[in-house]
C-alpha cells in the first residue's frame, strides 16, 4: 500500500519524471520506495501533507460574534476537541482512519500558526450493477476545512454550497457557538468580482457562459488549451457580432480560469484550473491543488471581499 496515498497519481508520476524515476506501469508504492531510495523522502512527506486536505469548492464563513472562549485559539481549541473527547492527544497533527458511521467525524488535524487544518470523513452510499442484480456499497466521503484564528476570525469551507450548512452547523456546535447559528458567507462572486479575482492571480479565462435576452438563452465559449479568451481576437470578433444584433455580452454567468503555478520545493509544474460561477456564487477548483495554491487564491478571495460582506444567513445557504 502506498506511504504517501494524498499526492495524485499524475503529480507523483510528474515528480518521479523529474528525478529519472520510471513511473510507466509501476504502482505507487513501487514509485515511492525508487523515489526514497534516491534520498527524496522529505519532498514525498511535503508532497502528502500539501493535498492531505481535499479542496475542491472554496468559500469562507464569518460568524457574527467572536469565537467561545474554549475556541477563541488554536490551542484552546485542540483541547477542547481532547477534552470533549472528538480527538485523542496523539492524533494531533496526523491523520487516522476511523469506523465510518453517517456521523461526520474528524480524520486528520493540523495546527498552522494560527490555522487549523481538519479533514472530515462520513460514511455514504452508493448503489452499483453487478450480474442482474444492484449491490449497495459504502465509502468514505473526505471533505475539510480550516478554521483561522486571528487576527480575522474566518472558517474556510472546502465542501459544496449544498453541504455548507451541514458542515458549519457541525463545527460551529463543536466550537461551543449556540444555536442558532449565525454566520455570513463571503465574498458575493458578482461578476466584477469574478474577473478581479482573475486578473490578481494572472488567470486566464478558458470558459465563458453568458446569459443573452433571447429566445437562445445563453452561449457558452471554450477555448482551445492555452488559449486566453480574454485575449483572443476572434472570441472579441464573435462577441462584437453578437452585439450588433442588438444582444449584450455582458451579463457572464460562469467562468473557467487556468494558471500555472511551479512548486519551489519540488518544480513539479501544477496546472491550476478553477470554475467561477457567478449565478450561484461559488467557486470551485475543477483539479486537486497543493496546499500553497489554495492559500494563495484564499489571500486572494479576501482581497477580493475588501470588507463588502453578503449577508448569507443559514436559511440562504439552506436554500442553496
Known amino acids: 500500500m502506498a506511504k504517501f496515498n494524498n499526492i495524485p497519481k499524475k503529480y507523483l508520476n510528474q515528480f ?21 531510495q534516491k534520498g527524496k523522502e522529505e519532498e514525498l512527506i511535503y508532497l502528502n501533507e500539501q493535498f492531505k486536505f481535499p479542496t475542491n469548492y472554496l468559500s469562507i464563513c464569518q460568524v ?30 496526523t491523520e487516522w482512519q476511523p469506523p465510518l458511521t453517517p456521523q461526520i467525524k474528524i480524520c486528520a488535524i493540523r495546527h498552522e500558526g494560527s490555522s487549523v487544518y481538519i479533514k472530515l ?15 449497495t456499497t459504502s465509502y468514505a466521503f473526505l471533505t475539510s476545512m480550516v478554521i483561522h ?8 469551507l472546502r465542501c459544496s454550497p449544498k453541504d455548507a450548512k451541514k458542515y458549519i452547523e457541525y463545527i460551529l456546535k463543536v466550537m461551543g457557538f449556540a444555536a442558532p447559528y449565525k454566520f455570513f458567507m463571503v465574498p458575493k462572486l458578482t461578476r466584477a468580482a469574478a ?12 470558459s465563458k457562459q453568458i446569459s443573452l435576452p433571447s429566445t437562445v438563452g445563453s452561449l457558452k465559449f471554450n477555448a482551445k488549451k492555452s488559449i486566453n479568451l ?28 487556468f494558471y500555472s503555478y511551479t512548486d519551489q520545493k519540488t518544480n513539479i509544474v501544477v496546472e491550476v484550473k478553477f470554475e467561477v460561477n457567478i449565478k450561484s456564487s461559488y467557486f470551485k477548483f475543477t ?8 492559500d494563495h487564491v484564499l489571500d486572494t478571495l479576501v482581497i477580493v471581499n475588501n470588507g463588502n460582506v453578503l449577508t448569507t444567513t443559514e436559511e440562504q445557504v439552506k436554500q442553496a
Open 195 to 206: 474577473d478581479e479575482l482573475c486578473a490578481l492571480l494572472s488567470a486566464g479565462v478558458a
Open 64 to 93: 457574527e460574534s467572536n469565537f467561545p472562549e474554549k475556541s477563541e485559539t488554536p490551542e484552546k481549541f485542540i483541547s477542547t476537541l481532547v477534552n470533549e473527547g472528538i480527538i485523542l492527544n496523539s492524533q494531533i497533527n
Open 149 to 156: 484564528f486571528g487576527p480575522e476570525e474566518l472558517i474556510e
Open 287 to 294: 483539479a486537486a491543488v497543493p496546499e500553497v495554491v489554495v
Open 121 to 135: 470523513v462520513e460514511e455514504r452510499v452508493t448503489t452499483r450493477k453487478s450480474g442482474y442484480n444492484s449491490i
Open 230 to 257: 480574454d485575449n483572443d481576437k476572434e472570441f472579441k470578433s464573435i462577441t462584437a457580432a453578437i452585439e450588433e444584433l442588438g444582444l449584450p455580452t455582458d451579463d457572464t454567468m460562469d467562468i473557467q480560469c
Open 16 to 36: 518521479a519524471k523529474l528525478n529519472k524515476v520510471t513511473s510507466r506501469s509501476k504502482f505507487p508504492e513501487e514509485i515511492e520506495e525508487e523515489l526514497i
